[in-house]
């Protein structure tokens, strides 16, 4: 019993001793070593300043070109604006015909493809399998656990090779 | 624009965000906070006062210049932390230094060298007798520790002197729990065979 109190008082001793460590630092100027490597990010509204100064000081000929360009822009759209406005009930009516159209389109496509895959020999091959109604459960979850399964590892697979997301391994 | 006062009351993911945002009182902060455990936790892994230095300002560097990476979900003493480790075991393996020397490292041959490699106690009590005795004590833990396998070193000194959780340890090593509870469970093994004679004194 003795042999026992005196190891829990020893694994105490050695416990607090443990957190009473001191830390160590490093010698001076340490700080000023780590930040001289360090690569500052630039604040957002200094980005901006500098990106407008680095625009407006371009050579003229580029300015000239960019100034080319907003303008027939600007009067492109001049013209745009209002003749889109004037003719706002016949481009709706216009937009709805083509929508419908695509509409029908599609569900004609869909209809063309129902009929094929019903007619086909190969849906014939699966209505005359002998599956009894009593086993529709079964396999219908087997299926579904067989798709899970599936998706799990095709997770696992597009993971990272390490199959672990670890912040420092990747950022580093 | 925040000064380094208002910093000391922020949580880390706090001065990080002001950190990504370009304010650099936020990056000293951050140097300020974790200087010393960083460099400690190193110290006390390599053993080496240039090499751990050398480590601790590379783990800084790292860390400061990945700040964008840094995933918040994360404790950032967590990463921290695990850089560094990964720093010191990275080194360890590079060349393995076996035992502890207070006197200095044992590569040390000038006496600059076995003076800067020395261990040396900073954090001095009031009392002088009581100071001595805690000194020659902590000299002896830091002489079980130096006996530990790096592994274990790291775990039971993230544990004890920094006082981490068991699944931060976890994290910051990159171990399963498991490993890490059974590494410490074998660090105090090994910890009360080494300083069995204490309960003699």
Redesign the interface.
């Known amino acids: 019993m003795d042999k026992y109190l ?2 829990d ?3 105490r ?3 607090r ?11 001076r100027g ?2 000023g ?3 001289a ?7 957002r509204a ?1 980005v901006v300043l500098q990106r407008t100064r680095a625009w407006v000081l371009q050579p003229r000929r580029a300015l000239a070109l960019a100034g080319a360009y907003v303008a027939c822009a600007a009067i492109a759209l001049g013209f745009a604006v209002p003749w889109v406005l004037q003719h706002v009930p016949s481009i709706s009516y216009g937009t709805g015909l083509m929508a419908a159209k695509v509409l029908g389109a599609a569900r004609e496509l869909g209809m063309a493809l129902a009929g094929w895959v019903l007619t086909s020999r190969s849906y014939e091959a699966v209505r005359s399998l002998p599956i009894l109604q009593e086993h529709l459960a079964g396999i219908t979850v087997l299926l579904t656990v067989a798709y899970a399964a599936a998706a799990v590892a095709l997770y696992r697979l597009l993971k990272s090779p390490r199959g672990k997301s ?3 391994s ?3 | 624009m925040p000064t380094a006062k208002d910093l000391a009351s922020l949580g880390d993911q706090q001065v990080v965000e002001l950190a ?3 304010k ?1 009182v936020a ?2 902060e951050l ?2 906070r974790y ?3 960083v ?2 936790l190193i ?2 892994m390599v053993r080496d006062h240039a090499a ?2 050398d480590l ?2 590379e783990t ?3 860390v ?3 700040l ?4 918040p979900e ?1 404790k950032f003493s967590s ?1 921290i932390f ?2 560094a480790n ?1 720093a010191a075991i990275d080194h360890l393996r590079r060349r393995e230094v076996r035992t502890l020397s207070l006197d200095g490292a044992p590569d040390a041959r000038t006496a600059d060298e076995i003076q800067a490699t020395a261990l ?4 001095h009590g009031p009392n002088p007798l009581a100071e001595v005795e ?1 000194r020659e ?2 000299a002896t ?2 002489q079980a ?1 130096a006996k530990l396998r790096p592994e274990y070193r790291a775990c ?1 000194l993230l544990r ?2 920094e ?1 981490r959780a068991y699944e931060e340890i976890a994290e910051s090593l ?1 171990l399963p729990l498991g490993t890490v509870k059974t590494y410490i469970h074998r660090a ?1 093994l090994e ?2 065979e080494s ?2 004679h ?2 003699d004194d």
């Open positions: 005196e190891q008082e020893l694994d001793l050695i416990a001793e443990l957190s009473r460590l001191p830390y160590y630092a490093p010698s340490f700080q070593r780590v930040m490597q360090v690569s500052l990010p630039e604040p200094l670890v912040p420092v990747s950022a580093l | 990504r945002a370009g650099e990056y000293r140097l300020h200087e010393r455990p460099f400690s110290y006390r751990a230095e601790a300002q800084f560097v790292k400061l210049n990945a964008d990476s840094y995933r994360y990463w695990k850089i990964n040396q106690v900073t954090d805690s004590l902590g833990i830091e520790i039971i004890h002197v006082g990159d105090r910890l009360r300083l069995a204490l309960k």
